[in-house]
């Protein structure tokens, strides 16, 4: 049984968690199996992005309640091991270096944010509910806390996160972790075109630039020094780079837009 599914149309995969029953809310197995399909999409060369949605009335619910009624029995060790696994899937989402465009209906509570925070943009319909809930319940919002500080705007998101509040779209967008909140029902539009903006872009600079972004807070001011310019050296050089230059000076189209 799989609790996602993956379309593809016109070289953008589109990721869909499909829960519906339980507000799509994770367990072990859709965890597993996210952290499998962005490790193969990531793969692909013939793939220019990817859509992250959800199937139903909301985008995610958080963590799953019997998988959650599972966890209070669980010792130091399987709760660690469990941990885990959950940041692995949204370290092979943040880390996939195809552009990973988010879109949120309904809801996303307690580690869905974690998926919001991990794609590089995200349109929000009006009317979306979030919260970081898991300070209600007496946890934490730990494995998903690396991921949102990389994106949010601190001052803005931590008493987000220390309050449990329940928060709309505008709020999310002022902390950083949307971009763009649209009407609802206008969510597949808005994405059609920002998908547009990407598929004019070239395929291998997108990727290549994204890699950059994802690494060069890591980079010591030499080490920075040595991977832009050697990165700007090789996008030159190459017969993308090359392609885009020269349709840029004869005035036309380049190759990847008649794709």
């Known amino acids: 049984m799989s609790f996602v599914v993956v379309t593809e149309l016109n070289h953008v995969a589109y990721v869909k968690l499909h829960r519906p029953e339980v507000r799509n809310a994770f367990n072990p197995e859709m965890i597993a199996e996210i952290t499998k399909i962005f490790h193969d999409l990531n793969a692909r060369t013939d793939l220019r992005a990817v859509v992250l949605q959800g199937e139903g009335k909301v985008f995610c619910a958080g963590a799953d309640l019997n998988w959650m009624k599972e966890m209070v029995n669980f010792s130091f060790v399987q709760n660690q091991d469990d941990s885990l696994k959950l940041f692995h899937m949204f370290e092979s989402i943040a880390h996939c270096t195809l552009p990973v465009i988010g879109l949120v209906h309904g809801a996303a509570f307690g580690g ?42 601190p001052g803005k998101v931590r008493p987000l996160m220390l309050s449990g509040v329940v928060f709309n779209p505008h709020v999310a967008h002022q902390a950083g972790l949307v971009t763009e909140v649209v009407p609802a029902g206008e969510g597949h539009t808005a994405v059609q075109k ?10 291998e600079a997108v990727r290549a630039t994204k890699k950059l972004l994802n690494n060069i807070d890591h980079m010591t001011w030499d080490q920075q020094r040595n991977s832009t310019t050697n990165l700007i050296a090789e996008r030159r050089a190459s017969a993308e780079g090359q392609e885009g230059l020269k349709s840029f000076l004869e005035k036309r189209e380049p190759s990847w837009r008649s794709q």
Do not use: M, N
């Open 112 to 153: 869905a944010l974690g998926l919001v925070a991990v794609c590089d943009e995200v349109i929000a319909e009006e009317g979306t509910q979030f919260c970081f809930s898991e300070v209600k319940l007496g946890i934490a919002p730990a494995v998903i806390s690396s991921f949102v500080s990389k994106k949010a705007v």
């Open 194 to 203: 920002v998908l547009h903006a990407y598929l004019q872009c070239g395929p």
